[in-house]
């Protein structure tokens, strides 16, 4: 049962700033700050539990350099949060430049404060697969011609 008077603002601002500081060491604060039967998904993602989020984390230091979330907007009604993002890095397997994904999040705190459900939404095919080498060619020529 969610308390309708609390208003997770602390909640909010803690997770925040795990994202804006996101480093491998701090995945260790994760089990704090999402409850243990967790949702997660994202374009690639959709796990249930603690341990499953922790590993996609772990998953995404092995494939990237320099990760880094800038939050944006922050909108919070009742126990659901919305928050707008950029996320930076730079591909351990490529030699190309800083890359950004542009992206948002709905959030929902269960009533201890801990989240219970992450979903991000992002363009996969726009901010990640349009630049790479290949598929990228492949993915702007389909979009060229979907847009004539």
């Known amino acids: ?13 803690r997770l ?16 704090a700050i999402y409850a243990a039967d ?15 989020i922790v590993a996609i984390f772990a998953h995404m230091f092995e494939q990237v ?41 709905h959030l929902r705190f269960d009533a201890a404060g801990a989240v219970q459900l992450h979903r991000d939404y992002w363009d996969a095919a726009e901010e990640l697969y349009e630049k790479l080498p290949l598929i990228g060619a492949v993915i702007r020529w389909l979009k060229r011609a979907a847009n004539k």
Request: glycine share 6%; charged share 25%; proline share 4%.
């Open 1 to 13: 049962m969610i308390d309708a008077l609390h208003t997770y603002e602390t909640e909010l601002e």
């Open 38 to 52: 967790a949702q997660f998904k994202d374009p690639f993602n959709e796990v249930r539990g603690i341990d499953a």
């Open 16 to 31: 925040v700033q795990f994202y804006e500081n996101l480093s491998e060491a701090s995945l260790a604060q994760l089990p």
């Open 65 to 105: 350099h320099e990760p880094r979330f800038v939050v944006g907007t922050r909108v919070l009604q009742g126990a659901d949060a919305f928050l707008v993002w950029q996320f930076t890095f730079r591909m351990k397997r490529f030699a190309d430049g800083r890359q950004c994904i542009r992206g948002a999040t």
